[in-house]
């Protein structure tokens, strides 16, 4: 009885059509994905010269700015596999801003220092 159900259901599902319907989704999705490891390691290889600097003040500047735009460009990368694959990412991009202004307001006095 259950082989009789998991052969039908595999009958119906081709692989190959499935790869058909979706290469350039995929074709998308690898050349993002591919884009974003390359800014990311643009922007190491600056800050890396950049922090040859001796001043604390500076390199803590650097390492703040590297992280910002590292995760950045992670969450850019997220929403636009998200939007290539057909989900609609507009309420999460406003559940995004709205964490986004939460922790800006609380970390003032972070930023402040």
């Keep these: 009885m ?5 052969s039908h259901a595999l009958s119906e599902f081709d ?3 499935w790869f058909e319907e979706h290469l350039l989704n995929l074709v998308f999705s690898v050349f993002t994905v591919i884009i974003s490891l390359t800014l990311i ?6 800050t890396s010269k950049v922090k040859k600097v001796k001043s604390k003040r500076s ?3 650097i390492n703040l700015v590297e ?11 997220i929403f636009t596999l998200l939007g290539i694959w057909g989900n609609d990412v507009t309420a999460a ?14 970390a003032q006095d972070l930023i402040k220092d």
Excluded: H, M
């Design 59 to 61: 390199y803590t500047v």
């Design 41 to 46: 390691l643009i922007i190491r290889i600056i």
């Design 67 to 77: 992280s910002i735009l590292k995760y950045l460009i992670i969450i850019i990368t």
């Design 2 to 6: 259950f082989t009789r159900y998991t």
């Design 93 to 106: 991009l406003v559940g995004v801003g709205i964490v986004s202004l939460v922790v800006g307001l609380g």
């Design 15 to 17: 692989i190959t059509i």
